[in-house]
């Protein structure tokens, strides 16, 4: 699904997943795109983030935990690389991590979200 009117971005299930470590398996998925968000689908925060770069033409990458069988796990990997925050969402860009909803909004205010994401080839004006 495209971010075009009423839709969210590119979901792809994870259940044609990589095996092993959920964090390895997290480092991967967030690398083979340049916007990643992983998330839950009944989360409101998920849910804004997602309309955030959808609105600003990028075309993330999400990953809905909730819908996959691993999902707790990554989750559970995603609390421990971020310390205290949420697990989800969590959004990476080129393959980097920018951080939990705090992080992506505070890099839009400061306006540094926007070269991060022509540098990852997600954004192009």
């Given at each position: 699904m495209h971010c075009q009117t009423g839709s969210r971005g590119t979901y792809v299930?994870?259940?044609?997943?990589?095996?092993?470590?959920?964090?390895?398996?997290?480092?991967r998925l967030a690398s083979e795109n340049a916007v990643v968000i992983f998330s839950v689908s009944s989360c409101c925060m998920c849910h804004a983030i997602k309309r955030l770069f959808c609105g600003m033409g990028v075309?993330?990458?999400?990953?809905?935990?909730?819908?996959?069988p691993r999902g707790k796990d990554m989750e559970k990997a995603l609390m421990r690389l971020l310390g205290n925050s949420?697990?989800?969402?969590?959004?990476?860009i080129g393959g980097?991590?920018?951080?939990?909803m705090d992080?992506?909004?505070?890099?839009?205010?400061?306006?540094?979200?926007?070269?991060?994401?022509?540098?990852?080839?997600?954004?192009?004006?």
């Open positions: 299930p994870t259940s044609r997943t990589i095996a092993g470590d959920p964090l390895e398996r997290i480092e075309n993330p990458t999400v990953y809905e935990l909730d819908e996959d949420p697990a989800v969402p969590v959004v990476f980097k991590l920018v951080g939990a992080r992506v909004m505070a890099s839009h205010i400061n306006g540094t979200l926007v070269p991060l994401l022509k540098q990852a080839g997600a954004l192009w004006l």
